[in-house]
């Protein structure tokens, strides 16, 4: 093959990558400021500038505040957490589920991004014994039950717990905390996605 043809098809190759490497997912969270129609302009938590453009159908899922007491027998949730010494979770963050979200991302991981040897498990609260506290009286835990088994999630006081509804592009607004985990950046810097969490009465998205 001639330089210029192999000089060529190095070129090809830098540029799919480049394109590859573009459109992998990011996640995106801060304030959003201002919105004119499908177009958000928000600041990132860091307090860079974001414009994201909507999808025309976005699926919008409103966040609000929650406690311990929320996490009811039966109740769909996902756990961020830290693995313990006695194969307990420790939360850092809870995700109560609305019942529409059921099943989503169910089962037991690591790799959570969210703490160091993090795990993320998603599942149902066990309806029999859901809410134990451990020995001595101190910080409560329920089974999480999945497909594959079930762990027990320990709820620490400073752990960030928040349930989620169904909301609508209403919910976007300027002033409210968001967050998208699957943002694709667009070769002007800007981004779009077909999802977004957003803050309702006070509630912050992961």
Same mark, same amino acid.
């Given at each position: 093959m001639k330089a210029s043809h192999l000089l060529t098809a190095f070129a090809v190759t830098v540029l799919s990558a480049t394109s590859v490497m573009a459109q992998q997912p990011q996640?995106?969270?801060g304030e959003i400021q201002r919105v004119?129609?499908?177009?958000?302009?928000?600041k990132a938590r860091d307090g860079s500038p974001l414009t994201i453009k909507l999808a025309d159908k976005v699926?919008?899922?409103?966040?609000?505040?929650?406690?311990?007491?929320?996490?009811r027998p039966g109740?769909?949730?996902g756990s961020g957490a830290v693995p313990q010494a006695d194969g307990s979770q420790k939360a850092?963050?809870?995700?109560?589920?609305?019942?529409?979200? !059921?099943?989503q991302g169910d089962g037991h991981r690591p790799g959570w991004y969210g703490a160091q040897n993090g795990t993320m498990?998603?599942?149902?609260?066990?309806?029999?014994?859901? =809410?134990?506290?451990?020995?001595?009286?101190?910080e409560?835990?329920?089974?999480?039950?999945?497909?594959?088994?079930?762990? !027990?999630?320990?709820?620490p006081a400073n752990a960030h717990i928040v349930r989620y509804e169904v909301g609508s592009q209403a919910d976007v607004k300027a002033g409210v905390q968001f967050?998208?985990?699957?943002? =694709?950046?667009?070769?002007?810097?800007?981004?779009?996605?077909?999802?977004?969490? =957003?803050?309702?009465?006070?509630? !912050?998205?992961?």
């Open positions: 996640r995106l969270a004119d129609g499908n177009m958000v302009f928000a699926i919008v899922t409103a966040v609000l505040k929650a406690t311990v007491a929320d996490i109740a769909y949730i850092v963050e809870v995700h109560i589920f609305a019942e529409s979200q !059921r099943g498990t998603n599942g149902a609260v066990e309806p029999t014994g859901a =809410v134990l506290a451990s020995a001595g009286g101190g409560p835990s329920f089974i999480v039950k999945y497909k594959e088994g079930d762990k !027990r999630i320990v709820i967050a998208m985990q699957a943002a =694709v950046k667009q070769a002007d810097g800007t981004f779009t996605s077909d999802r977004i969490n =957003v803050g309702r009465d006070g509630g !912050r998205p992961f």
